[in-house]
């Protein structure tokens, strides 16, 4: 059973609008208010329709974002302009469906955004707009940026002397063929940022890989690491816990290949 949600687009050249049409599951909240569960992300991820999608990019995420925003980020539509939230930046920006789709199930903005996706005037864009939604820390998609920009906003909290928030930055394994994200990791672990955490969606897209798995590049720049199945809630849970006194933290979440 469905219903019909309209959306009025206005058209660039002409300034007239259209009124497009598309069914979203009665099952669903078209506003927020009632607490989506796991099992109906996919339903929401099916409204977000179109040629510019990167499917694989997406939904290797959805797991390991579920579990992050579901049971450990400490950060809320309520709580998004609060100095002491956690953040959480997207670099693997080119594919934001399941952070749309998660961020909609927490309230963050309306399911009924969702069909508008890439489409003019709507907020959610193919990649995402700090400027345009809500909960979004970060304008992304050009890869290699994410892990920087975390590193900064990991030292700029440690300068404003906020000890308590903490910053996630969620990066795809082929990532790890920019220059830019090891010039980071290197200067985190160094630096001992310890309330920095990288999430590592490993999908085997990374041109080369790494000689002893992603985890081993972590550890050698100091930082704490652990690999896991990227579609384990549990065990990605667990990982996401792990102490790591005095040093930055990697999760390297291993995915289905994106050509499987």
Do not use: C
Request: charged share 15%; proline share 8%.
């Amino acid at each position: 059973m469905t219903h019909t949600t309209t959306h009025v687009m206005t058209e660039p050249a002409t300034g007239s609008t259209t009124e497009v049409a598309a069914d979203i599951p009665a099952a669903l909240p078209t506003h927020t208010g009632r607490t989506v569960e796991f099992a109906e992300l996919p339903a929401l991820m099916s409204l977000m329709t179109g040629d510019e999608k990167h499917g694989p990019a997406a939904t290797s995420t959805l797991d390991a974002l579920w579990v992050l925003y579901d049971r450990v980020l400490r950060v809320s539509p309520g709580t998004v302009a609060d100095p002491e939230r956690d953040r959480f930046l997207l670099s693997k920006g080119h594919g934001p469906m399941a952070y749309y789709a998660v961020l909609a199930a927490k309230g963050f903005f309306p399911v009924d955004w969702l069909p508008g996706f890439g489409s003019y005037d709507s907020p959610l864009g193919h990649h995402p707009d700090r400027q345009l939604v809500p909960g979004v820390e970060i304008g992304s998609g050009s890869l290699g940026h994410g892990l920087p920009l975390a590193v900064g906003t990991a030292l700029g909290l440690r300068a404003q002397g906020r000890p308590g928030p903490a910053v996630w930055v969620l990066i795809g394994d082929a990532e790890l063929d920019e220059g830019s994200n090891h010039e980071a990791l290197a200067y985190a672990g160094a630096a001992g940022l310890d309330r920095l955490h990288t999430l590592v969606i490993d999908n085997s897209s990374a041109t080369h890989g790494w000689h002893g798995g992603i985890a081993s590049r972590f550890e050698s720049a100091g930082w704490s690491a652990a690999t896991v199945d990227g579609r384990d809630h549990q065990a990605l849970y667990a990982a996401y816990g792990a102490p790591h006194p005095g040093r930055p933290h990697a999760v390297i979440a291993r995915v289905e290949p994106k050509n499987a």
